[in-house]
Nanobody, 118 residues
Framework: VQLQAYGGGLVQAGGSLRLSCAAS?????MAWFRQAPGKEREFVAI???????YYADSVKGRFTISRDNAKSTVYLQMSSLKPEDTAVYYC????????????????WGQGTLVTVSS
C-alpha cells in the first residue's frame, strides 16, 4: 500500500486548509496523525469503511475527515486553525489501537507540513 499525502502549507490562525491522501489500493480504515516540533506523534482522526469517523478531542468540531472511494482518497478538512495545530501531518492506513488510543498504523504516507501563524 502506498500513500501520498499533500495539501499542507502556511495559513493564518482562524483559516482553513484541506489535506488529501491518495491510496494505491482500497484500504480501510484510514487515519491522520500529526507530529508537532519536539512532540510525539498524535492521533488526529480516523474514518472507517462505513464512513463513520472519530476525532481527537483537540480537533473535534474543527476538523472533518472524509473519503472518496472512487478516487481512493481520504481528506482532512481543517478549519478554525490554531497555532498549536502546526505539525507534520501523516496519512495512515490500518491504524493500530490499544488501551483506548490509536498509536500507530500498518502503512504510512510521507508527511505534509502545516504551519499556522498567529
Amino acid at each position: 500500500v502506498q500513500l501520498q499525502a499533500y495539501g499542507g502549507g502556511l495559513v493564518q490562525a482562524g483559516g482553513s486548509l484541506r489535506l488529501s491522501c491518495a491510496a494505491s489500493g482500497r484500504t480501510f480504515p484510514m487515519a491522520w496523525f500529526r507530529q508537532a516540533p519536539g512532540k510525539e506523534r498524535e492521533f488526529v482522526a480516523i474514518i472507517w469503511s462505513s464512513g463513520s469517523a472519530y476525532y481527537a478531542d483537540s480537533v473535534k468540531g474543527r476538523f472533518t475527515i472524509s473519503r472518496d472511494n472512487a478516487k481512493s482518497t481520504v481528506y482532512l478538512q481543517m478549519s478554525s486553525l490554531k497555532p498549536e495545530d502546526t505539525a507534520v501531518y501523516y496519512c495512515a492506513a490500518e491504524p493500530r489501537y490499544r488501551d483506548g488510543n490509536y498509536y500507530g498504523a500498518k502503512y504510512w504516507g510521507q508527511g505534509t507540513l502545516v504551519t499556522v501563524s498567529s
